[in-house]
């Protein structure tokens, strides 16, 4: 089955405690891509890779990290993670931008 | 950098009538534009999108279209169900950078 994955799909976590989400898709997709969903803002984009060892930064990078060693893989790495990246996180898989993009199921992380 | 302004942020509708949500963008390049439906405790999903060059797109009940010159485009829903109660994202893009989303619509149609 054509699928986007993330783990863990619910996280919470304490302030300065590093932590990584996974993204893994399965469709050969070459874009992959990081949103952060805030009521009221939408979806806003993190980060974003054109392809293998390619990423560039979305609207809001600050305080988010990604790679892309591998086709399939897309992990966001928090480094010191702070109460306002609270939210819920998408990762998102596309042949290309100008494609349909498939979300995976969202990560709610809390930051206490 | 693209910046998308959505309206009306909420939009309630009786079943049957017609839906409309407004989107304007700022990047004249811009040359993407995909409408996206996100369920209640569920992921975003692609219903319907539009190229440049061309002005309207419809799919069954679902339509979308584009202004160029004003740098506007809006999806139009017919004979609205209780299922298409959801949020609606519209977004736009360049084609070889980022994809800008709206802010959403919540739109509830009420049987």
């Known amino acids: 089955e054509a699928q986007v994955t993330q783990n863990p799909r619910y996280l919470i976590t304490v302030t300065g405690k590093k932590l990584t989400v996974t993204c893994s898709q399965n469709?050969?997709?070459?874009?992959m891509s990081w949103y952060r969903q805030d009521p009221g803002l939408g979806l806003r984009q993190i980060y974003y890779?054109?392809?293998?060892?390619?990423?560039d930064k979305g609207d809001v990078p600050e305080g988010y990290k990604v790679s892309r060693k591998e086709k399939r893989n897309f992990p966001l790495i928090l480094e010191s993670p702070s109460p306002n990246q609270t939210s819920l996180y998408f990762c998102?898989?596309?042949?290309?931008?100008?494609?349909?993009?498939?979300f995976g199921p969202g990560t709610r992380l809390t930051v206490l | 950098g693209e910046n998308v302004e959505q309206h009306p942020s909420t939009l309630s509708v009786q079943e049957g009538d017609s839906a409309v949500i407004k989107c304007t963008y700022s990047?004249?390049?811009?040359?993407?534009f995909p409408w996206y439906k996100q369920e209640l405790g569920k992921r975003p999903q692609l219903i319907i999108d539009?190229?440049?060059?061309?002005g309207e797109k419809k799919d069954q009940r679902i339509a979308v279209t584009l202004n160029k010159t004003a740098k506007h485009f809006s999806l139009h829903i017919t004979e609205t169900q209780p299922e298409d109660s959801a949020v609606y994202f519209c977004?736009?893009?360049?084609?070889?950078?980022?994809?800008?989303f709206g802010t959403g619509t919540r739109l509830l149609v009420s049987p």
């Open positions: 998102a898989s596309s042949l290309g931008l100008v494609n349909e993009q498939f």
């Open positions: 469709m050969n997709h070459e874009y």
């Open positions: 890779s054109m392809n293998v060892e390619v990423t």
């Open positions: 990047d004249s390049a811009s040359n993407y």
């Open positions: 539009i190229r440049s060059n061309v």
């Open positions: 977004a736009a893009s360049k084609g070889f950078q980022k994809l800008v």
